[in-house]
């Protein structure tokens, strides 16, 4: 359809919808609980962790105390939401044995050593600092028992966490020093931490650039908040931030689930793109990514495929909204406030116009989940329903708690 009377329409409805959206977003409608219902106590937060777990009652208090302290209502759906992620990445363990790291990661650093280090660091001084690591690794501390050897024997995520600190800290004592500074110049920080290949940490698994965003003790160092991530109360800690502390107006945990493992409002966003793809004849794959990102999360000035998509989509039906703007809306994309912008509001109309169909607010992303960690590669449609099944669990022996 590509008539004045739609274009108009959408233009003239776009006020009224922002302030109806501005109040959906501000309201409690979302799937998760609020402090109406009757809250846990950390007693009974206990029976709602599963009985294998060892000392139920310490990991209990901790998510009594951290829920109260990022004030989340500790009603049964929220603890059960929270247990059911912890018992997926971890099975209630701070700092897990992940079967077969050592020899994973050995065989990483030997297939693929200059490839990581000049995507990270890139060609010109990748290589060469490449070159000083492999020396290390193979020679270093001695060559009895030197770090590749010492890699082979890892078992957990702190320890291959630790042994790359220890490997970069002697590099920086007696390799090059200058082109290791030159190099720390050209990435903006230090090369051990954008070297280190362990991003995610602890039970919740939480990416260790959100932990340096939301830091709990303010001047702490990387280092100490990495080995705070694999304690019991910081692994929970950073996990129940990042899980919880954003509003989704999701009408079930499952997208809430999703979004933990693709990132936040991935299930929305994927939704924004499956209707992209049903007005335009696109193919756009729904990852829930509008943007194109660097590794390190910024925003790339490269238009992605969605970008394009909707600039085409809103050109064709006289939707005056500029590349720029859409632009501009776009990289609210991780937030809530997208939804009230006018890139949004307009997709919703138009979407609801052409088929008559109510705008689904979320769908599951499709995102394939790969690392050295994993036995084989995943997709979050299968983290979340895995997780969901953890959380229905809960539930019902939620059932049996009176409150």
């Not at 937060?45 to 004030?71: G, T």
């Not at 949004?344 to 394939?368: F, N, S």
Request: hydrophobic share 35%; glycine share 6%.
């Amino acid at each position: 359809m590509n008539d004045s009377t739609l274009s108009g329409g959408l233009l003239k409805t776009l006020s009224v919808a922002l302030l109806g959206l501005t109040m959906a977003g501000c309201s409690d409608s979302s799937w998760w609980s609020s402090n109406d219902e009757p809250e846990l106590k950390a007693e009974q937060i206990k029976k709602l962790i599963p009985s294998r777990v060892h000392d139920r009652q310490s990991w209990a208090n901790d998510i009594d105390e951290i829920m109260q302290k990022l004030s989340i209502a500790k009603t049964k759906d929220n603890v059960c939401t929270v247990i059911a992620v912890v018992d997926q990445e971890s099975n209630f363990v701070a700092n897990p044995v992940v079967a077969g790291l050592g020899e994973k990661s050995v065989r990483e650093v030997s297939t693929r050593l200059n490839e990581k280090f000049e995507d990270k660091l890139g060609k010109t001084i990748g290589g060469p600092v490449a070159g000083y690591f492999e020396d290390v690794l193979k020679n270093q501390p001695s060559k009895e028992d030197n770090y590749m050897s010492q890699m082979r024997k890892v078992r957990t995520e702190q320890d291959l966490d630790v042994l790359y600190r220890e490997m970069f800290d002697y590099m920086a004592g007696h390799y090059h020093v200058s082109a290791i500074t030159g190099a720390a110049k050209l990435v903006g920080q230090d090369i051990a931490e954008k070297m280190n290949p362990i991003t995610t940490l602890g039970s919740m698994q939480v990416n260790i650039v959100y932990a340096k965003e939301h830091k709990r003790v303010k001047l702490q160092s990387v280092n100490d908040l990495r080995d705070d991530l694999y304690t019991q109360y910081g692994g929970l800690y950073y996990g129940i931030h990042r899980l919880m502390l954003y509003k989704a107006d999701y009408s079930k945990p499952l997208y809430r689930f999703a979004d933990y493992n693709s990132g936040m409002y991935s299930s929305r966003n994927a939704s924004v793109q499956d209707m992209i793809n049903k007005l335009s004849g696109e193919q756009l794959t729904e990852d829930g990514d509008m943007l194109l990102y660097s590794k390190d999360g910024s925003v790339l000035g490269t238009k992605s495929s969605s970008e394009k998509a909707l600039i085409k989509l809103f050109t064709q039906n006289n939707i005056l909204i500029t590349p720029n703007q859409i632009r501009t809306d776009l990289k609210l994309e991780k937030t809530q406030s997208f939804e009230q912008s006018p890139t949004y509001i307009a997709i919703i109309k138009l979407y609801e116009k052409q088929t008559g169909k109510d705008a689904p607010y979320a769908i599951m992303p499709q995102v394939v989940i790969s690392g050295p960690k994993l036995s084989r590669d995943y997709n979050t449609n299968w983290y979340a329903t895995r997780v969901n099944g953890r959380y229905q669990t809960c539930m019902q022996r939620a059932k049996r708690i009176k409150l």
